[in-house]
């Protein structure tokens, strides 16, 4: 049984032709070697991104993710293979104890901003907290409102 999508949902003007094709076929999908080409290229990019994050000493590449990474942040993270980017990740204010200068806590969390299709409003994509990060995530929650 196929099943398509309503053409009512609009997707982003950026999403590749093959991507909205696919989208409205649903599962009635064939394995069309134009699309898979497609796909295989657009893979291919999203692997030297990655890779281009990787190599880049400096954390300041838009793909990496060299402070998620870190040894004193590298236990914040429930799964290994989901980190937030440096760009898009958020960012903690500081705890002090008065008249000092040291942070009591890091400004990591595993968190990441992400905006929605239109650009109208951000939401704050996270992992589940841990049992060690449960003090990081309510500062999150409590500093983002």
Known sequence: MSRSRPQSTALPEHVPEFLRCAYSAG??????????????????????????????????HPYSWSIAVEHDNREKNRYTNIL??????????????????????????????????????SYIA?????PRTFVDFWRMVWQEK
Do not use: C
């Open 27 to 60: 599962d009635a999908v064939a394995a069309d070697p134009a699309a898979l080409r497609d796909f295989n290229k657009l893979q291919e990019e999203e692997d030297r991104h990655i890779n281009d994050a990787l190599d880049d000493p400096t954390g300041e």
């Open 126 to 130: 996270t992992q589940g907290p841990l």
């Open 84 to 121: 937030p980017y440096n760009r898009t990740r958020v960012m903690l204010e500081p705890v002090r104890l008065p008249n000092d200068d040291v942070p009591l806590h890091s400004d990591y969390v595993n968190a990441s901003w992400v905006q929605a299709p239109g650009g109208i409003r």
